[in-house]
Every structure is written in C-alpha cells, then in structure tokens.
C-alpha cells in the first residue's frame, strides 16, 4: 500500500470506516456480573469477535483490528494469561479455515518473541495460508504495545540508514507494526473505560473514537451499527474548518 498519513495529507473520509480498531474490554466483568470465573467472559468474547468479523466484512470494511492481549496484560494471574494464550490456540485452530473460506486475510501484530513457539508456528502458518485473501484484512494485537511499536520501528529505521539522523515520518511509517493498513477511521472500546490503554498510539492520531458501556461479551452486530452510525454523524475536519469542509462538498 502506498504510504498516506492524516498528518502529511488530507485523507478520505469513507462513508463506511475502511479501518476499524477495536479494544474488545469488559470480558471479566461480564463473567463476574453473571458469577461466572473470569474466564468465561474471555470464552464468550471469542464468539463476539467471530460475530463482529462476519457483520464488518458484510459491510465492506476493509481491515478490522482487535486488541486481544496487551504488553501489560502479563501483570495479570498467571493462570488468566495461560488461559488466555490458550484461548488464542483454540481460536486460530477453529477459525482460521474458515477465514480463508471467506477471502480474510489473518496478521498478528505484537512482540511474537514471548509467544511460545506452537503459537508462533500457528500464527505464522495462519498468516501464509490467508495471505493472498482480498476481502478483509482481520489483524490481532498480540502482546501489542503502542510504545512498542513506535520503538521497534524507530530501531528498523535507525538500521535501514545506516549513519543517518533527522529522521521524517515517511521514514518511520514503512516500519511500524501495521504499515501495510490505512490509519483506522474508526475506533470502538467496549467496557465503559475511556482510554487507549497503550493501543494504537501513532495510527490513532485522526481516528474517531466511540466508547461504549456495553461489555465485549454482549457486543452484538446492533452495537456495531451504533457505532458506525456514530461514526457517520462526525465531520471529519483534520485541522480544516468546517466550512472548508461544505465548500468541498457543495
Ligand atoms: C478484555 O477484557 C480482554 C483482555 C484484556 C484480554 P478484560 O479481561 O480486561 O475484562 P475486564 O476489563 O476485567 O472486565
Ligand atoms: C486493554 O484492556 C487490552 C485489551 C483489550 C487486550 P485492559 O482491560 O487490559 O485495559 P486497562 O488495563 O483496563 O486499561
Ligand atoms: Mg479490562
């Protein structure tokens, strides 16, 4: 893909997001509002991502990215990481054929160093066996860091230009962790928190945020709809004013 930044140019503003970046939270209140173990909101949470992957590629979105496990999620209990890991396992086993049944293009982005190496076995052969897919693109963040990213692409780009100082952000964006995506137009978080809890630091820059109380368990394809149609009412002005914007469209 050609490199384009909603900071060096002014990007589209798609009717529907070509990119959608989701912190998928609220799993383990989920469970514990039911008395459940925290893990069945991690179990019920996988249904949801299948529900959300199927109703985004419906609706022509382009690349969809989740967040299923954050660099600071190893200060959770042993035992919830190692579910969780597993968890990932039997997702990408019961998942991955039929992604590639439906032309979706499967990537792991994250610091797939800490990932034992069955998974990364998995992942890697989930990524070659969709990687000619064209009609979506499903990313997960695995071990992923917003600082991270930005650091490991700062030490590619040190590497490629040998010597080199004064760096340009053309420079650094080829390197980062989703270079081969557009920046999301939309972002959604479930769970009722108003952060970005070290998600996509840099490529967030312009997107539209959507916050919701509703837990990722019960995200349903009515919540994405909401969303999108929150996403719809926004006047995308990046830096312009808004009547720059009508004069545009009149
Ligand atoms: C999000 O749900 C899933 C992961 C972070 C892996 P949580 O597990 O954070 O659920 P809450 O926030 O405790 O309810
Ligand atoms: C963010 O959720 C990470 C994922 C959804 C994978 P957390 O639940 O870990 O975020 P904080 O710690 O509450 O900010
Ligand atoms: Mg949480």
Redesign the pocket.
């Known amino acids: 893909m050609k490199y384009s930044s909603s900071t060096t140019a002014v990007p589209d503003a798609p009717k529907v997001p070509r990119h959608v970046a989701v ?6 209140r989920w469970a514990t509002k039911r008395f459940l173990p925290r893990v069945a909101g991690h179990v019920k949470g996988v249904e949801a991502v299948r529900t959300v992957v199927e109703a985004c590629a419906r609706r022509g979105v382009e690349y969809l990215t ?5 660099s ?2 190893w200060r ?1 209990p042993e035992e919830e990481v190692s579910l969780l890991m597993r968890l990932f396992v039997t997702a990408l086993e019961r998942e991955v054929a039929k992604l590639h049944a439906n032309n979706i293009r499967l990537k792991v982005v994250g610091d797939l160093s800490r990932a034992d190496a069955k998974l990364q076995g998995m992942i890697a052969a989930a990524e070659r066996k969709t990687a000619a897919n064209t009609r979506m693109t499903v990313t997960v ?1 695995f071990n ?1 860091g917003g600082r991270w990213d930005i650091m490991q692409a700062i030490n590619k780009m040190v590497a490629a230009h040998p010597g080199a100082t004064d760096f340009s952000e053309e420079q650094l964006a080829p390197h980062l962790a989703m270079a081969y995506a557009p920046e999301p137009d939309l972002f959604i ?1 479930t ?1 009722g ?1 108003e ?1 970005i ?3 996509l630091l840099w490529q967030l820059a312009y997107t539209e945020l959507f916050f919701t109380d509703t837990y ?1 368990p019960d995200f349903s394809i009515e919540s994405l709809d909401a969303a999108i149609a929150s996403y719809q009412h926004r006047e995308r002005r990046f830096g312009r004013t808004g009547d720059q914007l009508a004069e545009k469209t009149n």
């Not at 989740?66 to 954050?70: C, R």
């Open positions: 912190i998928m939270d609220g799993n383990g989740v967040f299923a496990f954050s600071e999620n959770r963040c992923y978080r769970g928190e952060r809890s070290n998600f990722w």
